[in-house]
């Protein structure tokens, strides 16, 4: 196993006193190389558990063991050294470095952890998601769905253990949504990384061979159905 999620409870505070429950998942196991989809309506919760996983915001309890690893027992130095060298995330909001070229941002990716600096390779990305043409372009010289392609390419930069990605083609226009995908599965398949994607978009779910549903898999969306 890659991934192990074990009784995570997450719920925030409400302003007016008293708490709300988001988040009540009994377990989740992802194999090594395993792509996993988590489908569901944006408020279930997805994009909460994604970030407890990369260990960006801790659980009120349970066990969150990746590769071995218990985030949940590390400081959050050590959740950062973690991330840095196992995982890689796809952000909805990108979060590019604005002064930093294409090129910059996904190289910039291959310094947090403990992999080689390879602009051969981050060149090779920018190139597989059609951006060849724009690697010392900045983020501001480039379209919404650009800078998403620039983001997923910096995301498979470091070669993770397990690829995180939320909703990586929200922001895409279609001719390259299909794109992105076999992007995202094709380099997770030759390398042995794992995937965890979240969306709401059922047809683009049904390419992955595994499927999980967010309102089978947290037990907070069960007590509201019912």
Known sequence: MILQLDHIRKSYPLPGGGTVQILD??????????????????????????????????????????????????????????????????????????????????????????????ISRAIRLLERVGLGDRLHYKPSQLSVGQQQRISVARALANRPRLLLADEPTANVDAANQQKIIELIRQTCQEEQIALIMVTHDLKLAQ????????????????????
């Not at 390419?207 to 019912?226: G, I, T, Y």
């Open 207 to 226: 390419q992955f061979p595994r499927v999980e549903r967010l309102e089978q898999l947290n037990r907070v969306l069960q007590s509201v159905a019912s």
């Open 25 to 118: 998942v009994p377990n989740l196991n992802v194999d090594v190389g395993e792509q996993v989809v988590l489908l569901g309506q944006s408020g279930g919760g997805k994009t909460t558990l994604l970030h407890i996983i990369a260990g960006i915001t801790t659980p009120d309890s349970g066990s969150v063991l990746l590769d071995g690893i218990e985030m949940t027992k590390l400081s959050e130095q050590g959740r950062d050294r973690v991330r840095a060298a196992k995982l890689g995330y796809v952000f909805q909001t990108f979060n590019l470095l604005p002064g930093f070229t294409a090129l910059e941002n996904v190289r910039l990716g291959m310094t947090f952890g403990s992999g080689k600096h390879d």
